[in-house]
């Protein structure tokens, strides 16, 4: 979880606040720290202002949704650059989350599902690794 004696952060977004609380839970327990936010504007803001190293966000937010803030985050070239786990409800937020994220889970999903993905994520260091 630590890089240099700093625990990693994970920014969540999503408008539910039992979803939040879960992650903040699952996450914590895990031995990240997180961000939250109920909207993707103060997503957007967060993501900006703290660069977390992962962020964790409902693909149809209400208003701007998750995955229009990521299509726009993508083309910012001052934007911080960090993995994305897309947390949809449906076969068509699905589809266009696997193509703007690096992860994408459908609800429901397990807690032990998603720490995978996101240890998986965390440290991948983008090689190729040969299993021993």
């Not at 939250?36 to 504007?41: G, K, P, S």
């Not at 699905?94 to 609800?107: F, P």
């Not at 429901?108 to 021993?132: C, I, Q, T, Y």
Request: hydrophobic fraction near 45%; proline fraction near 5%.
């Amino acid at each position: 979880m630590k890089a240099g004696g700093r625990r990693k952060t994970i920014l969540v977004i999503d408008n539910d606040a039992s979803t939040r609380e879960l992650l903040r839970l699952h996450l914590g327990n895990a031995g990240y720290q997180t961000l939250e936010a109920e909207d993707a504007m103060d997503g957007g803001r967060l993501l900006v202002e703290h660069a977390p190293d992962l962020v964790i966000l409902e693909a149809n937010l209400p208003f701007l949704s998750g995955l229009d803030l990521i299509a726009t985050v993508a083309v910012d070239q001052s934007a911080p650059c960090m993995p994305v786990v897309f947390l949809a409800s449906n076969d068509e937020d699905r589809s266009r989350a696997q193509q703007l994220g690096d992860a994408c889970l459908t609800r429901p999903f397990f807690a032990d599902e998603l720490l995978r993905v996101v240890e998986g994520l965390l440290n991948w260091d983008g090689k190729a690794s040969a299993s021993p």
